[in-house]
């Protein structure tokens, strides 16, 4: 089939009739998954949520790591009418609980822990004590929390182990038609609550519809050429839109197999390419560089690879040309997107030459309408020239909570999306990323609003003035560096007792990794007398 799919559901019922004794899924415990099987567990999930009373409009939020569970809890929610909302698998108890309670979920599908992170502590936390009584979820903080589904483990007082759930929904006489609900979605209904960065200090909830799924069909068909052949690895986490949209639903609509990795380490990725035969490797460029410049690097791992993508990177080009030639890429293709734009908006192409797909992010995919805007006198800028991106047509529908009122100021009058990003427009047509024009580091690969980390730093009971900015690493592109101005009569503060501090409050890429202690008088000023923040990176 050759039409562009234009809800989820329409492209899981298709896939998952057409190929049902494909490789769908492969985990990273070793749990291995056909089309058919895969549908199997979705109508069972879905039966389950349905009788927990998840209807049209209803959010169900998914703190997992990345796994076959993750997969059956896109599918249902889709089939469903069911908004899914990813929450960050290292979120800590604040963080988790303004997602979880800005986005009114009703279930939440969680694991008792993953890494360093013990979710069932968290949870705890959120709730000052216990979660609820029985199965039912009670949590005074989160008044529209139902249920809590345990995907693995045993239930605690206020949960419910997906075993039991699955096990007592069969036997219920709910009798479901799949296909009917999935033909009654529609393309405009909105699917996901993803939440993203911004300049404010907490992150807001862009909540974006089925149609995002014929972006991505364009994307690998116009661009990364992928067939049910190719084998993809999520070396993203599948809570981001990079994850979740080019991973599983990028498998979904091509009928390819997704080999899903739960850790972002290099051990973990050449293990992964080597034993399941990857063909597909996207990625944060600091992780591939790691493994590429390892000096036991080994480049039979990678012989299956052909294609992967990468974005918003600010490493040297002769970096990345080196590990396209080290890992034996066919296609290292350079895109420019953001959640708010589906994903990826521009993007080179696998016919490009290989020097186009590095130093450009090529043209803007079919759906989206482009215009550069020049920062200081607001005006257009045509032909050859080097201004803000702004988008129309494949943008957001709205962000969570948000009034049109407060909306507004991310459009222009003339309907326009701000990216706050500036790109560069070619003789040739094509696009180069410039710089961000907002206030966001970009850590790993994870962006974060530098306001995000100076709200929970300003709590700390010494800082009296803290501004925190991303500065260059090697390793990981930024790093968030505080700079803060103690209170009168604190004592020092050292970057390992700040840390100690934050890391309790915050995800582990958003805590500090450099520190400068400021007196009053050594804050670098501009002519109004506010402080120059982008001379503070120059201080350390």
Known sequence: MNEIPQTVAEAYIRTTRRIPDKEAVVSADGRRYTYGQVRKEVERLTTALYALGCRPG?????????SPEWVFAEFACALLGVLIVPVNARFRPDEAAYVLRSARIKVLITQPSFLSNNYLDRLHAIAGGALGKGEEAAIPSLPDLRSIVLAHGEAVPGTVALDALLERAAGSGIDLDFEALAASRKPEEPAWIFWTSGSTGRPKGAVLPHHCVSNIWNWTTLAAEITEDDRILTSFPVFYVGGNFWCILAAMVKGATLVMSAEFDAQSVVKACREERVTVLSGIPFMLKEIVHDPNFDPSAFETVRVGFFGGATMPHQDIKTLVEKIG????????????????????????????????????????????????????VTGTGTGEALFKGRTHLTYEGMSDDELAQFYTDDGYFRTGDVLHRRADGRYEFVTRVKDLIKVGGENVAAAEIERVLKDHPDIFNVQVVGVVDDRRGEIPAAFIELKEGSAELTLDALREWASDRMAPFKVPRALKVLAADEWPRTTSAKIARYQLAALL
Request: net charge negative; charged share 20%; glycine share 8%.
């Open 329 to 380: 890429y066919a296609h290292f293709l350079q895109i420019y997107g953001m959640t708010e734009l589906h994903g990826i908006s521009m993007t080179t192409v696998h016919s490009d030459p290989l020097d186009i797909q590095l130093t450009t992010c090529g043209y803007p995919l079919p759906g989206f309408e482009l215009k550069l805007e020049d920062p200081d006198s607001g005006q257009e």
């Open 58 to 66: 209803d959010r169900v939020a998914v703190w997992l790591a990345n």
